[in-house]
């Protein structure tokens, strides 16, 4: 018997390649909508170092010279390492800011280099101190110029006071007041407290290494 038109319609069957990529597509959709949007990672910049000191905290030594401050004085800046050409940055101590102010260039085969007066930002009760060694600058004629006009302990030093600033200038062995390898302490403060803390680094300041000296050798006392 013929049942040909009794057979319901089949519903057409898709080949087993197109089934499996519906089946990828469909877990795709579903991890997009569950997932997180992942934002892309930020660039980040390495951390900078802390300046730091040779010695141990609240006492410097690096073999040619020593000196002790206070703990709380922050190290704002370690050795500069003669950056401007003139002068040796030794430290920077103290609870305020202090920042070089140099400029470096080039002109062709000639480069060069401008320096101003640093940019210096004491708060109020607070202190800055910057050590430095001079070793720069035109030749200075030795003088005999030894004499100080102030005394810090066994320190015999130049003090000169400009308003808010306060600097010292220690001799090299052998040497004389206004020239090369001298060390500068200059305090920068209103406070009469940590002026008087400035000045006992000065009066600790002690030479370490015996061969070093200055350029002019003081006279013979009879």
């Known amino acids: ?126 202190i800055v101190v910057r050590i430095y060694l001079w070793y720069g600058g035109p030749v200075v004629p030795c003088r005999g110029d030894t004499q100080a006009n102030a005394t810090l302990g066994t320190t015999a030093v130049r003090e000169t006071v400009a308003r808010s600033t306060t600097s010292w200038e220690i001799r090299a062995p052998g040497n004389e007041f206004g020239q090369p390898n001298n060390v500068f302490v200059e305090a920068h403060t209103s406070d009469s407290t940590e002026l008087a803390r400035a000045e006992d680094l000065v009066t600790g300041f002690r030479w370490l290494d015996s061969s070093y000296n200055g350029g002019c050798p003081a006279p013979v006392l009879s």
């Open 1 to 126: 018997m013929d049942k040909g038109g009794e057979v319901s319609a089949r519903r057409p069957l898709w080949p087993v390649w197109i089934t499996a990529a519906v089946v990828v597509v469909a877990i795709a959709v579903v991890a997009v909508a569950i997932l997180p949007r992942l934002s892309p990672a930020s660039p980040t910049s390495a951390p900078t170092a802390a300046p730091s000191l040779p010695g141990a905290p609240g006492h410097f030594a690096d073999g040619q010279f020593a000196f002790d401050y206070p703990t709380d004085w922050a190290v704002i800046s370690g050795n500069d390492y003669g950056a401007t050409g003139v002068l040796d940055v030794i430290a920077v101590l103290g609870n305020g800011t202090w920042q070089e102010s140099c400029r470096h260039g080039a002109d062709g085969t000639m480069s060069w280099m401008s320096c101003g007066t640093d940019a210096v930002g004491v708060p109020p009760g607070g």
